[in-house]
């Protein structure tokens, strides 16, 4: 299995810009998909981001499309998320996700280890 630790999350203003980092340890990274999801109090947990093993097929969601950006270092064993023109309805805490499959999926329930989460609030 997979260990898997978020950072990089804070304050920051509306139109700002931060980077998330995700470290995975234990089994061999590039056997995985690698996911972003978000939950912001009192709503479901929504599909960020997911990454192909090898990284060169990337998916986002519908409400982050032009704006965030992931990609994966397989030398770091880490995943991150770029995140530009943040706006407030971005704040949620952010979870890095692990999938070992060769299918990117947007379903958080395909996804089999969870890091605890990291908070981004981006004020107005």
């Known amino acids: 299995q997979v260990q898997l630790v978020e950072s990089g999350g804070g304050l920051v203003q509306a139109g700002g810009s931060v980077r998330l980092s995700c470290a995975a340890s234990?089994?061999?990274?590039?056997?995985?998909?690698m996911g972003w999801f978000r939950q912001a109090p009192g709503k479901e947990r929504e599909f960020v981001a997911a990454i192909s093993r090898r990284g060169g097929v990337t998916d986002y969601g519908d409400s982050v499309q032009g704006r965030l950006t992931i990609s994966r270092d397989n030398a770091k064993n880490t995943v991150y998320l770029q995140m530009n023109s943040l706006k407030p309805e971005d704040t949620a805490v952010y979870y890095c996700?692990?999938?070992?499959?060769?299918?990117?999926?947007?379903?958080?329930?395909?996804?089999?280890?969870w890091g605890q989460g990291t908070q981004v609030t981006v004020s107005s």
């Open positions: 996700a692990a999938d070992e499959t060769t299918r990117l999926s947007r379903n958080p329930y395909e996804y089999a280890y």
């Open positions: 234990g089994r061999t990274f590039t056997s995985y998909v």
